[in-house]
């Protein structure tokens, strides 16, 4: 082991600290630890901006279509802030039946 890094020896802490976060190389001085909260956040917003780029809108595009509000959009796609459940379920709908959501939204 390298000098001057710590050593966790409790299995049990270290399950505990991977369970809840992606934890930095400390080899590595740009890398920084990930809470699961981040990790969330940020497999939402991927899923977001995939669906949105696979029926190939813009961001104002999409929102205007299906009622979202561009800057929650915009904030949900760069995780800014996460975006609640019953947004995520609508997402995946508008994936599956894009032209049937924006015709009950019309």
Not at 34 to 57: C, K, P, W, Y
Not at 74 to 99: K, L, N, S
Request: charged fraction near 25%; glycine fraction near 4%.
């Amino acid at each position: 082991m390298g000098a001057g890094l710590p050593v966790i020896r409790n299995v049990r802490i270290i399950q505990l600290m991977i369970k809840l976060s992606v934890l930095a190389d400390l080899t590595d001085s740009e890398d920084f630890d990930v809470s699961a909260e981040a990790l969330d956040r940020a497999q939402r917003s991927r899923l977001i901006r995939r669906t949105r780029a696979a029926l190939g809108l813009s961001q104002t595009e999409f929102a205007s279509r299906f009622c979202v509000p561009v800057g929650t959009l915009r904030d949900w796609e760069q995780a800014r802030a996460t975006p609640p459940d019953f947004a995520i379920a609508y997402v995946r709908v508008i994936g599956t039946h894009p032209d049937l959501v924006a015709k009950v939204v019309a």
